[in-house]
């Protein structure tokens, strides 16, 4: 008969595998984005702007801008892509 301690310590051992197994296979899993384009008042610009943005496939967050109207060329973005930590866009004004 096994000692209980053996066991622990297999089951212990065994766990923490699967633990270590599952972490690495969603941190190898590579980030899932889909574009999305909007309309909105920009409070760091004080302008209308039309940006596209790539946000997380499962959760929507904003994870990059590509392109903003109030630059030229629109995609040389060189405002520090602050609306990303926006949490609510301002509607566009008229």
Not at 13 to 20: H, S, T
Not at 66 to 83: H, K, L
Request: proline share 7%; hydrophobic share 45%.
């Amino acid at each position: 008969m096994i000692h209980p301690i053996v066991t622990l310590a297999v089951v212990l051992a065994v766990g923490a595998g699967l633990a270590l197994l599952v972490w690495r296979m969603f941190t190898r899993v590579p980030r899932i984005t889909r574009p999305w384009t909007g309309h909105f008042w920009c409070p760091f610009k004080q302008r209308n702007v039309t940006v596209e943005f790539q946000e997380e496939a499962w959760d929507g967050k904003r994870v990059d801008l590509d392109s903003c109207s109030a630059f030229a060329p629109s995609t040389a973005v060189t405002c520090g892509r602050r609306c990303l930590d926006v949490e609510t866009l301002p509607p566009a004004r008229t």
